[in-house]
């Protein structure tokens, strides 16, 4: 039987949740059914992590394809008059992008392509595009949920497309959005490999690093460092802990990640001034940009999430369930998939950032609780999001299509 080539458009070529969750998928996919090529706007984080899988073969590499739609390549200084640079930006990769299109029946023709599969917003639409004008059937993988009315319509109406056949998403949360397409949904969950994720075969880096004494709580998080990830309301509840005496200074706090090079302040760097303005700045860690945060897992007590926005179904919270951790978070979104309240970690209504604070005040003090919370985490991570099984999950979807 002829394999299925199938050509996987991704623009995340950092180390983000989309692009982590593909690799996983081209690490079990198999090869005896299913050819894959990748198409990717440069070589960065996510080819180089193909490369040391050994799953480098058929990646194709064209900058037409824009990693970010406000940001171009050929403009080198955006300091001066910004909001002017992005329009012009958004123009160039928009033109790019139509170049792209008109000459993807060669892509397609020369590696013989039968499928589309589209991994992130930008992918979606220019793989959406490419699979009408080439009458090849696409796969949407979606990981997020639009914020936008624009986006949102766009989406929809995309969705609507004949050519589009199947429509996998991370979480029923972001299946809600396409209800009138819902006869080509797929709810698949994230996948994580246990043996990438193993807390036992790794070695913690932040209390060596930060001479952190072993008896200290640490109360930490992973991810981008974006305003609506909610890091300014989390240090106004951590301050009002710390003033209430809730938090004694056997509790740290830390945030790991930086704010994306797209974005147009460092909202990094607002968290730190904004933690001095209230006095906690002792109280936190803010550790930066690191590439493999599993050494920080390991050092994690709790993990906690203060996205107040409808959050796909985050890598970071089945990652940090993984490692054991119990997890505090928002009950909106695909978050309220992933965790069982009370039993690996607490459930927060919307908003709720005091309720928030309650919970790590009881799970700062409750070592034992931590614990059995911690390894309830662990196993129910490992039935729902074993990457094996749910890279065989999304196989059988794409070879319906075929």
Known sequence: MKKTNVL?????????GPGRSLLYILKYIDRDKINPFVLVPKHDIFSEGLKSEGIFENVIVDPR???????????????????????????VNIVNMLRLLFSSPKIIRENEIDIVYCNGTLAKIV??????????????????????????????????FQCVKKIICVSRATAKPF????????????????????????????????SIPSD???????GRVVPRKGYVEFIDTVSRL?????????????????TPWFFPKNHLRELEDHAERLGVRDSFIFTGYRKDVRPCLKDFDL???????????????????????????????GIAEAIEDGKTGFLCGSGDFEKIGESISILARDAEARGEMGRNARRRVMEMCSAAERTADIQKIILEVR
């Open 8 to 16: 996987f458009i991704n623009h995340s070529v950092r180390d983000g």
């Open 242 to 258: 710390v003033s209430e005496g809730n938090i004694n200074e056997k509790t740290k706090f830390v945030i790991v990640g930086d």
């Open 303 to 333: 993990f906690v999430i203060p996205s107040n926005y409808p959050d796909p179904f985050p890598r970071s919270v089945i990652e940090a369930m993984a490692f054991s951790l119990p997890v505090v978070g928002f009950s909106i979104g």
């Open 65 to 91: 394809f824009p990693e970010n739609i406000q940001k171009s390549t050929i403009v080198a200084d955006t300091t001066w008059a910004p909001g002017l640079m992005r329009v012009f930006s958004i123009i």
């Open 127 to 160: 793989g959406t595009l490419i699979g009408r004008k080439n009458k090849k059937p696409v796969i949407w993988h979606v990981r997020n949920i639009q914020q936008t009315r624009f986006m949102k319509s766009l989406m929809e109406t995309l969705s609507g």
């Open 216 to 222: 200290t709580v640490l109360v930490g998080n992973t």
């Open 179 to 210: 209800e009138r397409a819902k006869s080509k949904i797929h709810v698949v969950y994230n996948g994580i490999d246990p043996a990438d994720f193993d807390k036992d075969s790794v070695r913690g880096s932040l209390r060596e690093e930060f």
